[in-house]
């Protein structure tokens, strides 16, 4: 079991895929009329794809979970480059910070991180910053999914793969409740030799997690779940 999917929300995936393609380095790239999809391997380490999936309203003020790029030791070249594939800068309330703030295609926030030691062997995705009510119980019930293990990092708590290779999955304290679906959440994948998708479902319901019940969230392979804190995630099919 582990993350498979970084799901990101755009009203045109097309372009918004694109954009994410070029900045990540995604390979396969698989698009379709409402979707597209591309992964992005880590050296030594995990794969992910990243997946675009349609919605028809803009993206709300406030991102809770959202990625964090990292930029080595020439930030300036990293936010230049992605301003040419098609990025703007965005002023979200971060007034003097040192990482940059920028924007998808379609609106979506990301941040363009400063050099940092625990960013070691992350690169592309330095970070998947998640906001939550209490980062100890949640991070609890990430580990419990994925089996990633605990990393060094400036959020009260961090995960990280086996492997020590990849973006950093950092819990933070919340700044306001919940609101609405999250523009970006993240799949779980039930392995072969491991727990299968019924299972991971009741583990993640013994630890706190909901089934969402609203309509969208049935109908599929997948089962749509919310973290304590109400962050969606899915658990797939099994393999």
């Given at each position: 079991m582990?993350?498979?999917?970084i799901?990101?929300?755009?009203?045109?995936?097309?372009?918004?895929?694109?954009f994410w393609s070029d900045a990540l380095g995604l390979i396969d790239n698989l698009a379709t009329a409402d979707s597209y999809e591309g992964r992005l391997q880590i050296l030594g380490g995990p794969w992910f794809d990243i997946c675009l999936e349609p919605v028809t309203d803009p993206p709300p003020p406030r991102w809770r979970l959202h990625l964090d790029l990292f930029s080595g030791a020439d930030q300036d070249a990293v936010v230049d480059r992605l301003l040419a594939l098609g990025a703007t800068t965005v002023?979200?309330?971060?007034?003097?910070?040192?990482?940059?703030v920028l924007a998808d295609p379609d609106g979506n926030a990301f941040c363009v991180m400063e050099e940092r030691a625990a960013y070691c062997d992350t690169d592309p995705i330095a970070a998947l910053p998640l906001d939550c009510?209490?980062?100890?119980?949640?991070?609890?019930?990430?580990?419990?999914?994925?089996?990633?293990?605990?990393?060094?990092?400036?959020?009260?708590?961090?995960?990280?793969?086996?492997?020590?290779?990849?973006?950093?999955?950092?819990?933070?304290?919340?700044?306001?409740?919940?609101?609405?679906?999250?523009?970006?959440?993240?799949?779980?994948?039930?392995?072969?030799?491991?727990?299968?998708?019924?299972?991971?479902?009741?583990?993640?319901?013994?630890?706190?997690?909901?089934?969402?019940?609203?309509?969208?969230?049935?109908?599929?392979?997948?089962?749509?779940?919310?973290?304590?804190?109400?962050n969606e995630f899915c658990i797939l099919a099994d393999p």
């Open positions: 582990g993350i498979e999917n799901v990101i929300q755009a009203r045109d995936v097309e372009r918004t895929g694109r002023d979200i309330g971060q007034r003097d910070v040192p990482w940059v009510v209490d980062p100890q119980r949640e991070a609890q019930l990430y580990a419990a999914l994925t089996g990633w293990v605990p990393a060094d990092g400036i959020a009260p708590v961090t995960m990280r793969h086996p492997s020590l290779r990849g973006p950093l999955l950092e819990f933070c304290p919340e700044p306001a409740p919940k609101e609405r679906q999250n523009r970006t959440h993240l799949d779980v994948r039930p392995e072969a030799d491991g727990p299968d998708q019924a299972e991971l479902v009741a583990l993640a319901l013994s630890l706190g997690a909901t089934k969402a019940q609203e309509a969208w969230a049935h109908g599929h392979s997948w089962v749509v779940m919310r973290d304590l804190s109400g």
